[in-house]
């Protein structure tokens, strides 16, 4: 059986992998005829695929978080692998294989993420930060334990998001220390806030996206928290126009810093602009870990990284 992680062109493969993402797409020929663009995935990474001559029944038996075993011809095309599928079927209870298998995950438990994430919140002094931080992490309860971060870009697995918090929660302890100008009880609550509506921007099962809900499509993650922390602040009977209750929301609102990647808002207070480069740095680095992981390592270049200006990384012989 063979690994994403170890499909090289032009091999032929067999395996046992499950159905990321599926659309069924129309040829440009005359007459056009259906086929399927599906992202394949297993624990070592994951790949695009193409069904050609779709039937009907085809339409009526595969879908997004279903298990398959597939027999094809792996292909390069503009420069990243594909798959062309020739042969594929569900996956029958002989086969002995389970979801969970196929699920890439956090490299640590997710009860020591949100074991890190409680103690940090515990830290924090400013008594009302602490109130909104614990509302808002409150209002998305168990989905913080297995949720991702993104859909593609990084930390997009079972956990990511409790992870990416994590992981920005040191480098801010660390910058604190460098800077301490900065207040470590807004930096705390900013990373812990900054993406805490992704569970409700994104529907997600086992770490995998399917879709983005409503809420996530009309309103999105950044305007969601920013509620959040309103509502915590009425909830809490603090006042919506003191300095902690703004403060957090512009962190909120600006941590993408420019409208052309999403932010509302400039950064404009020093909490503000450091947790921007500390979100960029954590989700940039990932993107680059991420990518050599799944590369092989007979591979001396990455492929592309979207969230890199679709620059690839060459691994040193070191």
Known sequence: MTLIK?????????GFYLIKELEIKQTNTTPAKDFMDI??????GQVTAKMWDVSAADKETFFPMTLVKVQGLVQTYRDKLQVKIGRIRKVLPEDGVQMTDFIR?????PMDLIHTINN???????????????????????KLNHYPAAKTHH?????GLAYHIVRMLEIGEFICKQRPFLNPDLIKAGIILHDIAKPEEMTAQLGIVTEYSVQGKLLGHISMASSWITEAALHHGLDLQSDVVIGLQHIVLSHHNLPEWGSPVLPQIPEAVALHYIDSMDAKLQMVEDSLQV????????????????????????
């Open 39 to 44: 992202v394949l995935c297993d624990a070592s």
């Open 105 to 109: 995950s956090a490299p640590i438990s």
């Open 295 to 318: 590369t092989p390592e007979t591979d001396a270049w990455t492929p592309v990284i979207r969230g890199l200006e679709n620059k690839a990384m060459y691994r040193l012989n070191l």
């Open 120 to 142: 940090v919140m515990a830290s924090i002094t400013n008594e009302a930060v602490k109130s909104i931080v614990s509302y808002c992490v409150a209002k998305v309860g168990e």
């Open 155 to 159: 930390h997009a697995y079972f956990a």
């Open 6 to 14: 170890h499909m090289q062109a032009p091999d032929e493969f067999l």
